[in-house]
């Protein structure tokens, strides 16, 4: 499995971006994907996650810096998760990663949900 991260830039704070990440190889129909950032001088940082496909469909969870302001979804034909950023913030210029790992069972994705599998980072910028 490979993931491709792209849709970062520079941004006015107050403004939109939405990241991609597409996924190749094989299927992860099991799998959760989740978005990470990592700003300068800092750790790396959960950003928001979301499920594998269950009875109620895709169950997301985020950082509380993101909930409110961020979206996460995916899509299965495309074989995409998308992070959908509203409302940026100066402090929420970082470079973002995409992760994917296994998700034994279906429910909304834990702290300690693992991911094994991570594409490059894609650069976001918001400017005061």
């Known amino acids: 499995v490979q993931l491709q991260a792209s849709g970062g830039g520079l941004v006015q704070a107050g403004g939109s971006l939405t990241l991609s990440c597409t996924v190749s190889?094989?299927?992860?129909?099991?799998?959760?994907m989740g978005w990470f950032r990592q700003a300068p001088g800092k750790d790396r940082e959960f950003v928001a996650a979301?499920?594998?496909?269950?009875?109620?469909?895709?169950?997301?969870s985020y950082a509380v810096s993101a909930k409110d302001r961020f979206v996460i979804s995916r899509d299965f034909v495309s074989n995409t998760v998308r992070l959908r950023m509203d409302s940026l913030k100066s402090e929420d210029t970082a470079v973002y990663f995409c992760?994917?790992?296994?998700?034994?069972?279906?429910?909304?994705?834990?702290?300690?949900?693992?991911?094994?599998?991570w594409g490059q980072g894609t650069l976001v910028t918001v400017s005061s």
């Open positions: 992760a994917a790992g296994y998700q034994r069972t279906y429910g909304r994705p834990a702290d300690t949900q693992p991911y094994d599998t």
């Open positions: 190889g094989r299927p992860i129909n099991n799998y959760a």
């Open positions: 979301i499920s594998r496909r269950g009875g109620a469909g895709f169950l997301t």
